[in-house]
């Protein structure tokens, strides 16, 4: 498995695609040879061959990355909007069944709700009188530990009606 490029053909068909699903979790479960450029990087329960032995993880990251950045450079920098779906792991592989108890995660992307508040944070004002001593290259915006009202308000409510969802499903 190529970590540092994707498959040619599947690239050039990404300018067609309007929505892309990378559902690729499982398989970096099965015996796997990783290579970055032209030499092999490692391998996953290859013990036969007399490569280096790596975790997925590590492959799992770059191969996403290698993934997500070849469809901004083909669609998101042409001015193209596109949906990215990421598929992992289904909850079988860790804490039990699918469909029996275990732990199951559901996250809520708030990336979005985010850019309509650049206002919601403070910026360089986290600190009084932040320009006494010039500007500086970077700045710090911060949402988890201090936010003006509004965006991590929304968040919440968002976060509870989730919550009363799930209990509502739960009573059913």
């Known amino acids: 498995m190529y970590l540092d490029h994707v498959n040619e053909r599947?690239?050039?068909d990404i300018d067609q695609m309007d929505m892309i699903v990378i559902s690729f979790g499982h398989w970096f479960l099965v015996p796997s040879v990783y290579?970055?450029?032209d030499s092999v990087k490692g391998c996953l329960n290859c013990s036969s061959l007399n490569d280096i032995e790596i975790d997925f993880y590590g492959p799992l990251r770059k191969a996403l990355r290698t993934s997500l950045n070849s469809i901004?450079?083909?669609k998101a920098s042409k001015g193209n909007r596109i949906?990215?779906?990421?598929?992992?792991?289904?909850?079988?592989h860790f804490e039990g069944d699918w469909d029996k108890g275990g732990f199951r995660l559901e996250a809520l992307d708030v990336t979005k709700l985010a850019l309509l508040r650049p206002d919601g944070h403070p910026d360089a004002y986290m600190k009084p009188?932040?320009?006494e001593n010039g500007?500086?290259?970077y700045v710090q915006n911060d949402y988890v530990h201090w936010c003006l009202p509004g965006p991590i308000d929304t968040w919440n409510e968002i976060l509870l009606e989730m919550m009363k969802k799930w209990k509502r499903k739960a009573n059913e």
């Open 10 to 12: 599947w690239a050039r």
């Open 135 to 137: 500007v500086q290259e």
């Open 129 to 131: 009188f932040p320009f």
């Open 35 to 37: 290579y970055e450029g």
């Open 72 to 74: 901004i450079e083909r």
């Open 83 to 92: 949906d990215v779906i990421v598929e992992t792991f289904s909850p079988a």
